[in-house]
């Protein structure tokens, strides 16, 4: 019975999922959209190499669906979605977004999902993650990203949108939800490499410097 319980249960997350990107799509579509991609990454400049795009949690409802509305890029983009029903819904979300998911977290089968996402970048796939989620701190880089840049070699891009007309939920993160039919501006910062040889000091280093390149693009650090 229980085990019925849960696939019913799954199957709700996914339809829920499914609905809250659609209505994304829809509500993204009537958004004005200026681009300012100083890494070159929706132009080709970065080349056949993977791309592993940052962008902090409380941009997560809209500059992913931003991006695949402008991108010209036919690379499939994968995403890490943590394990708990949340998570479900976030990654049934992004699948209506034309993106596809990798279950996992920094707290939660860890080692495993940066194994998988590193399949998925190595036979070719971009990956999009959210540094400082699944619960933060808000804007603070997580160190599985210098990790999973040193493992595949691919190129590190700071991806934000800015958003100067919004609403903002209360939640951790302060979710950004950009009011239909506004001006937004999807960002680039230049793009990273990793060494794949770091000792622990350079590691803080590459996070620090990381965290620097996104927080350079962020618009509200300190949000009212």
Not at 140 to 145: K, S
Not at 182 to 194: G, I
Not at 197 to 222: P, Y
Request: glycine letters at 8%; aromatic letters at 4%; proline letters at 7%.
């Amino acid at each position: 019975m229980s085990g019925s319980n849960s696939i019913r249960g799954s199957e709700k997350h996914q339809k829920l999922g499914h609905r809250i990107g659609r209505i994304i799509r829809h509500w993204t579509a009537t958004l004005r959209v200026t681009v300012d991609d100083t890494a070159g990454a929706l132009s080709g400049k970065l080349g056949d190499t993977p791309c592993i795009y940052l962008l902090w949690h409380n941009r997560v409802s809209s500059a992913p669906a931003v991006w695949m509305r402008i991108s010209p890029l036919p690379r499939p983009i994968i995403v890490l979605a943590s394990p708990s029903k949340d998570g479900a819904v976030v990654a049934s979300a992004m699948e209506a977004l034309g993106m596809r998911a990798v279950r996992g977290s920094s707290s939660r089968r860890g080692a495993a999902a940066l194994v998988a996402m590193k399949r998925e970048i190595d036979s070719g796939c971009d990956a999009a993650l959210t540094p400082d989620g699944p619960k933060g701190p808000r804007y603070q880089l997580q160190p599985g990203v210098v990790k999973l840049a040193q493992a595949t070699g691919a190129w590190i891009v700071p991806v934000h949108l800015v958003c100067p007309r919004a609403i903002r939920l209360k939640t951790w993160d302060r979710i950004v939800l950009p009011l239909p039919f506004s001006s937004v501006t999807l960002r680039t910062a230049p793009a990273l490499r990793v060494e794949k040889q770091l000792d622990d000091e350079t590691f803080e280093n590459e996070r620090q410097r990381i965290e620097a390149a996104l927080l350079s693009i962020t618009d509200d650090i300190n949000p009212s």
